[in-house]
Nanobody
Framework: QVQLVESGGGLVQAGGSLRLSCAAS????????MGWFRQAPGKEREFVAA????????YYADSVKGRFTISRDNAKNTVYLLLNSLKPEDTAVYYC?????????????????WGQGTQVTVSS
């Protein structure tokens, strides 16, 4: 089992920035692919970004490309999501997820472990 705990969410004005963190514990492995997803009220959970075990091949949803940056520190078992130039439509609960496979994927069904989520609210 892998436990994931997100932190760093909050209330920010449009144009502002936040950095989300996801700390992994338990049967952690640097070979896990890590992803971030988000879910706004009344909407389905959607892919935001993912990164391979090596830290290479970051992949982003078109809606956040150029504004968000995913990174990981395997020594600390932590993955980060830097959110810049935030927009009100970025408001959602952000979830961290881990996948026990090396291939990056955008499908939430392919991820094995999930955190409890952290709320990001962007005011206009």
């Amino acid at each position: 089992q892998v436990q994931l705990v997100e932190s760093g969410g909050g209330l920010v004005q449009a144009g502002g920035s936040l950095r989300l963190s996801c700390a992994a514990s338990g049967r952690t492995s640097s070979s896990y692919t890590m992803g971030w997803f988000r879910q706004a009220p009344g909407k389905e959970r959607e892919f935001v970004a993912a990164i391979s075990w090596s830290g290479g091949s970051p992949y982003y949803a078109d809606s956040v490309k150029g504004r968000f940056t995913i990174s990981r520190d395997n020594a600390k078992n932590t993955v980060y999501l830097l959110l810049n130039s935030l927009k009100p439509e970025d408001t959602a609960v952000y979830y961290c997820a881990a996948r026990g496979a090396a291939i990056v994927t955008t499908s939430p069904d392919r991820y094995d472990y999930w955190g409890q989520g952290t709320q990001v609210t962007v005011s206009s």
